[in-house]
């Protein structure tokens, strides 16, 4: 490549209408502002009160997590991945890459595989969300988790909730048919300590296991 | 990323007034691209307005055509009974893409919708013409082993990512918007745009238009001898170096039409219409196809880095060909 | 006393004793302990490659909602570690590790500048975007190829040439091979993205929850960061998400943890983003090599030069192993090697997966591929006839060496002889067929360590030492050392690991720790069963003659029990031996180390790695269609995770040979491929089974269980078997990784 070293990074400009548009537009709010001091409408448009513009920014969503329904005021920006990890504590649920790229975040929402991290929480509203911890019965491993320590389909374990969701999403998809099947429909989560082949084990001893998947 | 304003209409009329009333505002669907460049700070919307509440999920069948609403996702029409029986190389093109959870939540209208994977795009620190016009563009002497060899300019090379839309592209599909206007049909090849020098439009989509359905001529002809190709860097969950997606109607070995398009080649996908038109009346054969692939060559310019392409896409398409009537 | 342990015979079913845990997804990482009032950490990377930070404005970020504080080198508390002069992060060679905020310069780009401390992520992240840097650039370096002409390679000791005999011999040998090969850098990307969760105690004691391969060095760094004593800092790994190498040490993100939960008084948590992986926490350096080999007709070699050039960073010097095993690998009087850094403008590389044989294989086990092309010999066949029976560069016996038998083992598994050795002559449809082989090596060694054993009342075992396992499952090989040495059944064992106040262990690396930690906590248990024995000849019921003049090898550790071995009804429960003694607990600490002796032996483990490949000649597509490796590591203590590990290597080797390239703009001095979408990683799709022998045959010298490691040699030669199978199918022979269809279409 040549040596055209000459860009600049670009500026970011800071847009502070935001907050008072936002701030506008809840009815509640807009009460608020009709009554509000001064000092309050001045401290949101510079951003400086942490509270009400805390409080206006939020949204509120109800939604239930492995059986236990959740009633929550989330910020529109906040993931699914981001609600479960850091406001639910349920960290089974791992952040590979944020970006859509590694799997490591697959959950169940109303039975579907998909990815936490690019899902926001607040468009989860009403839905089913099953997480790693909420496939056993208790004490009772669920036949994927059984299956895949029989057959080492793991080593260091950060990528393991996300292969186990997604497995047993991709035996009830009937994905799991015979090994090329799960290869190419496994191939959304990514392993770098390479325990695939166990990983393709493991599913096919889940599935032709007997027990309901 | 900042925190937005997000909203959850539940008709048409109020998703597209929120978005003409407010233009920092944008749609989402399944949000796995847009998300995605929120995150890295590429787009910006300071309104997310939810659209998975509209009635756009249907998949079926009308006259001479199979309609599919814009927010069917991406796994649901890949698997959809409709369309492996009547579109199978639509179905063949969606399993080739992204991964099952991405195609979980992916629709159709978002595919279309997504934008390029050019590092330079991606990466706010660089120059890219497409999200900051005017500033250059970091791939034309960069990076550019993904880029483009038709279509391009100087002020863009980038490359739509789709699979989907190259089977779409291939066969005819038209896409129909909505608007408070009314509705318009656009011809798929005339949705998405080459670069010229509005490298920021990737689309003819105008503002305040919302995509409602794509539909699909239900034509037997290119049912039985359709393929997807796609070569990529690693065996899946990879974007394409190239791709090919062809349909041919064959009768015996004589070709009496040729549907082919691809992908991972342009800024939009890129229809093969002369090696069509040779094909037609031909008998299948090998020197055939190389003769059909090199003339879908003429245009083809290198950049530096995707140099391999100007052998891989004919090669591709080649071997496609070759695949689809049994002559490999 | 001592069981014989090279006789033992490991159960190959037992499974991983943390599997549970992960399973489940109650295992935690670094980042996932919930603390009170705590705060989230994101660092602001720079943006330029070379220069100085002119400003930092950070008002609209600390105005931002929940931003505690924005730390630079502007405001930064100063590190007591940086002013010694010591660099509490040490790097590996020479050099001061990245000072973090210590100053306004900028090294390389990404290179971490601020720090925004906020209530929760989204804040965090949001305001860092507010920081606004300006800089003043300078001219920067990050293209090898250019800084090898214009700037001088690094001087110093680790450069010197090597020589046995004479160099160049291969110039005038009868047949001879020359050519150049070529790896970019290659990134860790464990899926754990790197994370340190921090607290303070008070002024000078700290707790961190940190993501490391090394319990005790990431103590040590903190220790020598903030000039704290020992017993006041606190380190936590109970579960690592994948190192291969980049969590060796401590990276300046951590230090910026402590410093950030000491500032506002609260605990921290910082995880690094992917793209960080790629900047702030190593890498294996782009390499450029040279090889030269030189035989007589019937395949002796005569003479192998080998020259590599790689690079560092500006502010510290990283080395690694590239040309070693050319001296130590074959049979050959004359080998000269040559071994050049530069430095550049990028982030300080470190030890990957087999690092320095990793890319110095590609070269050689290439090399001597198409030196056997030349000379129509079979490629086993030629290392045959070069075999060492003793470490050429340093004239030691091995303590074992069982690569021939692990050539065997794998020639015969993938049906080596019954290949068409012509190139491009083997088809399967439209593919092409082809097979190749390459050999792995790396250095066995036992280190020191310590473990402690504790037999409680109710009969259980604890073992306990301060290492921490990423991956390669080191509390279930350690729990099958205990069991094998104390007699005591596996399900009642517990190995405790990852916290600093263990006893010392090893960091987990180099392929060392099973050999280490495994000795220490064989050495633990026979400490422990002599107590044992001294406390049963005691005991009242037990106590006869025969068993009181009985010395400790006459009893043996079976099944919780201790028996008499000439007389096996005179047996006890161990727990009634506790209980006899009036103790609830019974409890040993060993140090162990390798003895003098070992000094008088060259130790090494073995791969070889057998691949066959399918190329689609129109495309380039190359698939792996089998993957036969074998290993000489001793004697395998836990097959079913030592299996794991070397499929794990096998993928890992897979991504080297195929598809991964880490790829900066020299223009900007800017990553382009930084994330998961771009640089790829091998997916479940790319792998085929992967079938895995292993010789097993115990190294009786290196240490008391008979084991070397895997972890490297599980990766290593695997890369150049691919290339020698791509050659095989094609005709065509790629020099520079990865190979991607374009390299083959051209």
Not at chain 1, 61 to 68: D, R
Not at chain 3, 125 to 145: G, I, R
Not at chain 3, 691 to 714: Q, T, Y
């Amino acid at each position: 490549m040549s040596n055209d070293k000459s860009f600049e990074p670009e500026e970011k400009q800071t847009t502070l209408h935001e907050a008072r548009r936002r701030f506008l537009k809840h009815s509640s709010a807009f009460a608020a502002i009709t009554f509000a001091s001064p000092i309050l409408v001045k401290a949101a448009e510079n951003e400086l009160d942490e509270k009400a513009s805390a409080y206006f920014e939020k949204v509120s969503l109800q939604l239930e997590v492995n059986g236990v329904l959740h009633k929550l005021s989330v910020e529109p920006r906040v993931t699914l991945l981001d609600l479960l990890r850091e406001q639910l504590h349920l960290t089974g649920s791992k952040k590979g890459c944020d970006y859509g790229q590694c799997g490591a975040c697959t959950v169940h929402v109303n039975g579907k595989r998909v990815l936490s991290c690019l899902s926001l929480a607040a468009m989860q509203e009403g839905k089913k969300i099953t997480t790693i911890e909420g496939l056993a019965n208790g004490d009772a491993l669920h036949p994927m988790q059984e299956a895949f320590i029989k057959h080492d389909g793991f080593q260091c374990g950060y990528c393991t909730p996300g292969q186990i969701m997604s497995a047993v999403a991709c035996v009830r998809e009937g994905h799991a048919e015979n090994e090329e099947d799960i290869r190419q429909y496994m191939s959304g989560n990514i392993c770098r300590c390479g325990a695939y082949p166990n990983i393709v084990d493991a599913i096919v001893e889940a599935k032709k296991g007997g027990s309901k998947i | 990323m900042i925190n937005f304003d997000y909203i959850r209409p539940s008709t048409q009329k109020a998703a597209i007034d929120a978005l003409n009333k407010d233009a920092t505002s944008q749609l989402i669907a399944g949000g796995t691209n847009l998300v995605d460049l929120m995150k890295r700070g590429v787009t910006t919307p300071q309104k997310l307005i939810d659209i998975n509440n509209l009635p756009l999920r249907t998949i079926e069948e009308g006259k001479g055509i199979i309609r599919i609403g814009a927010l069917a996702l991406n796994s649901e029409v890949a698997e959809n009974e409709l369309i492996v029986k009547k579109i199978p190389l639509l179905s063949l093109a969606l399993k080739a893409g992204a991964s099952p959870q991405i195609r979980n939540m992916a629709t159709v209208g978002g595919n279309m919708m997504q934008r390029t994977r050019c590092p330079y795009f991606y990466d706010t620190v660089m120059p890219c013409n497409k999200r900051q016009p005017g500033s250059g563009c970091g791939a034309l002497k960069g990076y550019n082993r993904m880029h483009a060899i038709f279509g391009g300019t100087e002020t863009c090379i980038a490359v739509h990512p789709s699979d989907m839309c190259i089977a779409l592209a291939a066969l005819d599909a038209t896409v129909v918007v909505s608007s408070p206007k009314g509705s318009r049909r656009i011809p798929f090849n005339e949705f998405h745009r080459l670069p010229g020098s509005a490298p920021q439009k990737d689309n003819t989509l105008q503002r305040g238009e919302l995509i409602t359905a794509v539909e699909v001529p239900d034509n037997a002809a290119f049912v039985k001898n359709v393929l997807y190709n796609k070569i990529r860097d690693r065996a899946s969950y990879a974007f394409a170096l190239v791709s090919v997606a062809a349909a041919l109607d064959l009768k015996e070995n004589i070709i009496q039409n040729a549907r082919l398009a691809m992908g991972g080649v342009a800024h939009k996908p890129w229809r093969l219409t002369s090696a069509e038109n040779f094909l037609k009346g031909k008998t299948a054969s090998i020197a055939i196809f190389q003769q059909a692939a090199n003339m879908s060559m003429k245009d083809a310019k290198s950049y530096g880095y995707n140099k391999f392409k100007l052998t891989l896409a004919p090669n591709t398409i080649v071997e496609t060909l070759k695949t689809i009537t049994g002559l490999s | 006393m001592e069981n014989n342990f090279f006789d033992v015979g490991f159960a190959d079913d037992l499974d991983r004793v943390d599997g549970k845990a992960k399973v489940t997804g109650t295992a935690k990482y670094a980042a996932e302990y919930e603390l009170p009032n705590l705060t989230y950490g994101v660092l602001v990377d720079s943006t330029i490659t070379k220069g100085s930070i002119t400003t930092i404005n950070s008002k609209a970020a600390e105005a931002a909602p929940g931003v505690i504080a924005v730390i630079s080198h502007l405001n930064s508390p100063k590190i007591p570690g940086y002013d010694a002069g010591a660099n509490p992060v040490k790097g590996p060679t020479g050099g001061k590790g990245l000072q973090i905020f210590n100053d306004n310069i900028v090294h390389f780009n990404g290179q971490p500048v601020a720090l925004v401390i906020a209530d929760t992520f989204e804040r965090a992240l949001h305001a860092a975007s507010l920081v606004k840097v300006q800089y003043k650039k300078e001219t920067h370096e990050t293209d090898l190829d250019e800084a090898k002409i214009n700037v001088p390679a690094i001087e110093g000791q680790r450069y010197n040439d090597y020589l046995r005999g004479e160099a160049n011999v291969y110039k005038n040998a009868p047949v001879k091979i020359e050519a150049e090969y070529t790896i970019p850098i290659e990134v860790h990307n464990p899926m754990e993205l790197h994370a340190t969760t921090a607290f303070w105690r008070g002024e000078d004691k700290v707790t961190v929850y940190e993501k490391t391969q090394g319990v005790k060095s990431a103590q040590r760094s903190i220790m020598q960061a903030f000039k704290l004593t020992e017993e006041n800092v606190q380190v936590n790994a109970k579960f690592v998400g994948g190192g291969f190498g980049s969590a060796l040490r401590t990276w300046p993100h951590a230090i910026a943890a402590c410093i950030g939960a000491k500032k506002t008084g609260r605990p921290l948590k910082l995880v690094l983003n992917r793209q960080q992986m790629f900047t702030m926490v190593g890498f294996r350096p782009h390499a450029l090599q040279k090889i030269g080999i030189g035989a007589t007709p019937d395949g002796k070699l005569t003479g192998i030069s080998h020259e590599a050039i790689s690079h560092t960073s500006q502010y510290e010097e990283f080395t690694e192993g590239i040309v070693n095993m050319s001296r130590f690998m074959y049979a050959c009087p004359n080998v000269n090697t040559r071994y050049k850094v530069y430095p550049l403008n990028i982030s300080t590389p470190t030890w990957m997966r087999g690092p320095g044989e990793a890319t110095g294989s590609f070269a050689l086990e290439s090399a001597l591929d198409e030196l056997a092309y030349v000379l129509k010999i079979d490629p086993i066949e030629l290392r045959i006839r070069n075999y060492a029976e003793t470490d050429p560069q340093r004239n030691l016996p091995y303590s074992s060496k069982f690569l021939k038998e692990a050539y065997q083992l794998g020639a015969d598994k993938i049906g080596w002889s019954s290949r068409n050795p012509t190139p491009r002559s083997m088809k399967e449809g439209d593919l092409f067929v082809g097979y190749g082989m390459g050999s792995g090596v790396f250095n066995a060694s036992r280190g020191t360590a310590r473990a402690l054993a504790r037999l409680n009342a109710d009969g259980t075992l604890l073992i306990q030492s301060a290492v921490a396992d990423s991956g390669p499952g080191t509390a279930t090989a350690m729990t099958q050392v205990a069991s094998a040495a104390t007699g005591i059944p596996v399900n009642k064992i517990t190995f405790e690991l990852g916290d600093s106040s263990y006893p010392p262990g090893p960091t987990q690396g180099g392929s060392t720790t099973t050999s280490t930690l495994g000795s220490a906590v064989y050495d633990a248990s026979i400490a422990l069963n002599k107590k044992i024995i001294d406390l049963a000849k005691e005991n009242v019921v037990f106590h006869t003659t025969e068993i009181h003049t009985a010395k400790p090898e006459d009893f043996v550790f079976e099944n919780s029990n201790i028996l008499l071995a000439a007389n096996r009804s005179k047996k006890m429960f161990l727990a009634d031996v506790l209980k006899g003694a009036g103790l609830t607990q019974v409890e040993v600490t060993e140090e162990s180390k390798g003895s003098e002796e070992l000094k008088k032996y060259a130790s090494y483990s073995y791969s070889v790695h057998f691949v066959k490949v399918l190329v689609n000649p129109a495309t380039g597509v190359v698939r792996i269609a089998r993957a036969v490796s074998v290993c000489d590591a001793g004697k395998i203590i836990s097959p079913k995770t030592a299996e794991s590990q070397m499929i794990g290597g096998v993928v890992g080797g897979i991504g080297m040979a195929l598809m991964e390239e880490g790829v900066i703009d020299h223009r900007y001095g800017r990553w382009v491929n930084n994330n998961f979408a771009d640089y790829h990683v091998p997916v479940q799709a790319d792998v085929p089974p992967i079938e895995i022998l292993f010789v097993n045959k115990p190294d009786l010298i290196i240490n008391p269980i008979g084991a070397k490691g895997i972890g490297e040699v599980s990766l290593i030669g695997f890369a150049p078997a691919v290339a020698n199978a791509v050659y095989h199918a094609t005709g065509k022979r790629i020099r520079e990784l990865p190979i991607t269809p374009d390299k083959l279409i051209s």
